[in-house]
């Protein structure tokens, strides 16, 4: 174990997991607006930034890729400390090789979405480590540098990791530098308590980060962070893949229906009748209406 | 049953075994000071390793094997869950209940409990409601109505804290059915009982009560705090429920907490059905509407009804004027793990994990090393169906707050299926 526990931490010292989408499909898509290696350099800056503002700080890097996920650098691993971004570019150029092999084997169809919640999950599991070490710990969160669409079939392995990062309070921050909006880090930041923020000029990546992602969770309270807008929790159906604002649920698996169904094509379960004139009459104001409510 | 740790006190009035006897003697002459040292028996957390060290016992692989024994239970196939839960608990708060063989009284302790398991229970059940209700001079009180907000139970509950009279189970059943009953089919019925005294005064024949229980489909459930009663057991195995007597502290709150994940679907139980539901969506920042909640006007923040656009201050919760069931998506995906459980781990061999270079040397999930001081393989799990290596405490994470493997997660999933390596 890392002799992390024999440092005296104070309440602003910060381990900060940054996720970095390495999808090289993403990375194709925008090439005008961004190109990677400006985008690693802006990074490198902000991670060099981060290690500077105090030097307990530690920073962990995970790679999410199309076809893995790997970490590409600790801070707290022993290392000459001039040679901290060689040693990270070196590794992420291994698992971008990596990565790239990976694709080659299995002839992907240009599903364009990267795994993000494999990286999610990692980074959950080395934050859970860390509080493992003891009473004084790092204040942990993660930052999501996120540019790929939200891949449909990790929905309900991101809003698992959502809620552990909920339940062991670890904000997740996300920085959209992709065209589209991310549902699923629009939920992840605002069900965390992190900070969601799309930036409109990518030249200025390095500001972006470095104003808003830079703080520690303490000195937070202090600053006029990007306000979550609008966030859509509406959800879709399971039919037709509609957003709808009322729909059916089952009572067993509590799959989504925009119609009433006569048999739940999830998990089977045949319905009973008449539920839905029930629910939806008005209802009779019988003694328990008047829940206590605490004013 | 008797408690093993029963108190000093106790085992002062009456003769013990054998092994207690010095305990007794000692018992007699205490003072204050010395008496914590013998309730928290804080020897019991040490062991003596070969060289004659004391050291404390290394409880890592013992909670793992603990945790071991729960996932057998709970995950071995994949079964349809109850996921739609109205449970009262009901708490004994009869003379018994004022006693303090817990420390520092019965009802404290199962208050705190009863607190724990609340936040913990709509944490996995988002969609369930609960009910309190307490035994106290013979008869029984509703404390709160089922509802969805742990806060407004935990309130109630923590200002009620006093113990006086007898317990009557038949009173407690009898109020508990006539909330349950008018509950829709689909949702499972449930009672935790936790019982404090010794004996139930009740006005009738109890018989019928429980009869009367089973027709409608309540499943009881008991946990005892002093031994084992007939009647409770009676009930338990009518009902289909469970039925344990806690030895101590730390016993009671895993029995309590037990009941927190959803119990399989039992067909006869509870019916399928399709329920209507609606998706609120938050109102804008700065707007200012009367909630229909608590009656007032509120500025921003808030949902808003699909129904009768009526204002709600917190989701999940039902539409005061129109009745609907609102809840928001992340409610349901909350969920979603009790119906896909990632399957458990494999333990891996020592003698598999014999060859250094074929194997990991950190574990997957947070890269900690696996490797024992003097670089022999220590303990590790492997998941069969990424085959990554995983450490212990990565392990329970995994399966008892992440619910997703990070291997799985983080490899494409081929359609030809279990050809990726690490």
Aim: hydrophobic share 35%.
């Amino acid at each position: 174990m890392t002799p992390v526990s024999s440092k005296l931490y104070t309440d602003d010292v910060s381990l900060l997991v940054v996720l970095i989408d390495t999808n090289p499909f993403f990375w194709n898509s925008v090439k005008s607006n961004l190109p990677f290696s400006k985008f690693i350099s802006h990074v490198l800056a902000f991670l060099n930034s981060i290690l500077l503002v105090n030097q307990q700080n530690q920073v962990v890097v995970l790679a999410t890729g199309h076809n893995s996920c790997d970490y590409v650098f600790d801070s707290s691993v022993a290392q000459s400390q001039n040679q901290r971004a060689e040693h990270l570019l070196q590794k992420l150029e291994e698992f971008v090789d990596k990565d790239e092999s990976l694709c080659r084997e299995e002839s992907v169809d240009g599903q364009g979405f990267s795994l993000l919640s494999g990286s999610l999950s990692m980074a959950l599991c080395y934050i859970q480590r860390v509080f493992r070490s003891g009473p004084l710990h790092p204040h942990p969160r993660i930052l999501c540098l996120h540019g790929s669409p939200d891949g449909p079939g990790q929905y309900v392995a991101i809003m698992n990791s959502i809620f552990s990062a909920q339940r062991s309070m670890v904000p997740i921050d996300a920085c959209v530098i992709g065209t589209q909006h991310s549902a699923f880090l629009q939920q992840a930041s605002y069900i965390t308590g992190g900070v969601y923020l799309k930036p409109q000029l990518l030249d200025g990546l390095f500001q972006y980060l470095s104003t808003v992602f830079a703080t520690d969770l303490h000195s937070r309270a202090f600053l006029q962070l990007p306000k979550p807008a609008g966030v859509d929790f509406r959800a879709s159906c399971f039919c037709h893949k509609n957003t709808i604002d009322m729909g059916y649920i089952c009572s067993v698996c509590l799959s989504i229906f925009c119609k009433h169904q006569k048999k739940c094509s999830t998990c089977g379960s045949v319905f009973g009748q008449a539920q839905a004139q029930d629910s939806s009459t008005p209802p009779n104001p019988n003694p328990k209406r008047k829940t206590p409510m605490d004013a | 049953m008797s408690r093993q740790e029963s108190s000093t006190n106790e085992g002062r009035k009456f003769k013990r075994g054998d092994e207690d006897e010095d305990d007794e003697e000692d018992g007699k002459g205490r003072e204050a000071w010395e008496r914590t040292y013998a309730d928290e028996r804080s020897w019991e957390s040490l062991q003596e390793d070969e060289s004659g060290l004391l050291r404390p016992i290394d409880n890592k692989t013992l909670y793992h094997a603990q945790y071991r024994r729960r996932l057998r239970t709970s995950t071995t196939t994949r079964i349809q869950k109850g996921l739609i839960r109205y449970l009262y608990i009901v708490i004994d708060l009869s003379r018994a209940a004022g006693e303090t063989d817990y420390k520092p009284s019965r009802m404290v302790v199962v208050a705190r409990q009863v607190e724990a398991f609340i936040r913990e229970f709509f944490d996995q059940n988002p969609l369930s409601q609960i009910g309190l209700l307490t035994l106290k001079d013979g008869v029984a009180n509703s404390l709160t109505d089922l509802g969805g907000s742990p806060e407004s139970h935990i309130k109630a509950l923590m200002g009620k804290l006093t113990s006086s009279g007898d317990a009557s189970l038949q009173n407690g059943l009898d109020l508990v059915h006539s909330h349950l009953n008018q509950m829709p089919t689909y949702g499972h019925r449930e009672v935790l009982i936790l019982y404090s005294s010794l004996n139930t005064c009740d006005p009738s024949d109890i018989m019928e009560t429980i009869q009367k229980c089973k027709a409608s489909k309540i499943r009881c459930s008991v946990i005892g705090l002093s031994a084992e009663l007939y009647i409770c057991k009676y009930l338990c195995q009518e009902t289909g429920g469970s039925y344990y007597v806690a030895v101590d502290e730390h016993h009671l709150k895993e029995l309590v907490f037990e009941h927190a994940p959803p119990p399989p679907a039992i067909a006869e139980f509870a019916i399928a059905n399709l329920i209507k539901m609606g998706f609120p969506q938050r109102a804008a920042e700065g707007v200012i509407s009367i909630c229909s909640c608590h009656k007032e006007a509120k500025v921003g923040g808030g949902y808003t009804c699909p129904r009768c656009k009526a204002r709600i201050c917190d989701l999940p919760t039902e539409c005061q004027i129109c009745g609907l069931t609102l809840v928001s998506s992340p409610h349901l995906a909350r969920s979603y793990h009790h119906l896909f459980p990632i399957t458990p781990f494999d333990d891996v061999a020592p003698s598999v994990s014999s060859d250094p270079r074929y194997l990991a040397k950190n574990c997957f999930g947070c890269q900690q090393t696996l490797l024992n001081p003097g670089n022999m393989p220590g303990s590790r799990v492997c998941c069969p169906k990424c085959k990554q290596y995983f450490c212990l405490d990565c392990d329970i994470y995994i399966h008892e707050s992440l619910h997703n493997c990070p291997g799985c997660e983080s490899f494409r999933h081929s359609k030809s299926n279990g050809t990726v390596e690490g």
